[in-house]
């Protein structure tokens, strides 16, 4: 597993400039959130880790990646089985082996005799479990997680986050998640990276020193309310 590097990265739009100067490193296996005021560029990184654009200045050096957006992008006339193997159909893996390889990971993610269903049979929790599903059998080490329980609610966002928990620390897989939640940020992070206003820059790197696996009851222990206190405070300063 390699780990991912970014370097005095910078990018502007039609001269508006979005990344001042953005360096930071993640550690194979890390679970590592960047949090920041809306439109400070952290979809801009993650779409420059993926691949999907260049900076105007500066280097990124990652693994493969898996890219899930904020929203699960379900196609509504495909099937469950059906949306979960489209990644590796789109990179060439023959219909036939693609479904069946996203299959073998239904029992785990929860989604077992869904196969068949349709994304609109599916609860708003089920369905984010199905786009997990879709990024992670890709196979890719890094996983590029945009908002992914943003349009959850409460209670169906908590589980979510016990749930991705649990498959992180079963999967080892390396993690970057952007988020406006601070306190899911401290709960699921093993670093919390915040930005600035665009153009971004790195305002602070802050480690959450919580042993894992990490239960609901943490978010009580004055621990954790010293790491997201610390953290509000950057925010609002």
């Known amino acids: 597993m390699s780990s991912v590097n ?3 990265l910078a990018k502007a739009y039609d001269g508006r400039a979005v990344l001042g100067d953005v360096t930071f490193d993640v550690d194979p296996g890390q679970f590592v959130s960047i949090i920041g005021p809306s439109g400070s560029g952290k979809s801009t ?3 420059m ?7 105007d200045s500066g280097a990124v050096q990652a693994p493969r990646s898996a890219y899930m957006p ?10 469950v089985l059906e949306n979960t193997a489209l990644g590796l ?13 996203a299959q073998e990971l239904f029992p785990v993610f929860g989604l077992d ?3 068949e269903a349709r994304p609109s049979q599916l609860s708003g929790g089920m369905r984010q479990r199905a786009a997990m599903l879709r990024t992670v059998v890709q196979g890719h080490d890094l996983l590029l997680l945009d908002e992914p329980f943003g349009a959850l609610d409460s ?5 979510m986050q016990t749930w991705l928990q649990s498959m992180w620390l079963e999967y080892g897989w390396t993690v970057l998640m952007i988020t406006h939640d601070i306190r899911e940020a401290v709960y699921l992070s093993d670093r919390v990276i915040v930005l600035s206003d665009k153009p971004a820059r790195i305002r602070c790197e802050i480690d959450v020193p919580l042993p894992r696996p990490r239960n609901l009851e943490v978010v009580t222990t004055p621990a954790f309310a010293a790491v997201e206190a610390e953290l509000m405070g950057v925010l609002l300063s």
Do not use: S
């Open 6 to 8: 970014v370097t005095r």
């Open 45 to 47: 990184i993650f779409n």
């Open 49 to 55: 880790l993926a691949g999907l654009d260049t900076p």
């Open 70 to 79: 904020q929203k699960d992008l379900l196609f509504p006339w495909r099937t």
């Open 89 to 101: 159909e789109v990179q060439g893996v023959p219909k036939r082996e693609a479904r069946a390889k």
């Open 113 to 115: 005799g869904y196969e």
């Open 155 to 159: 209670l169906t966002r908590t589980g």
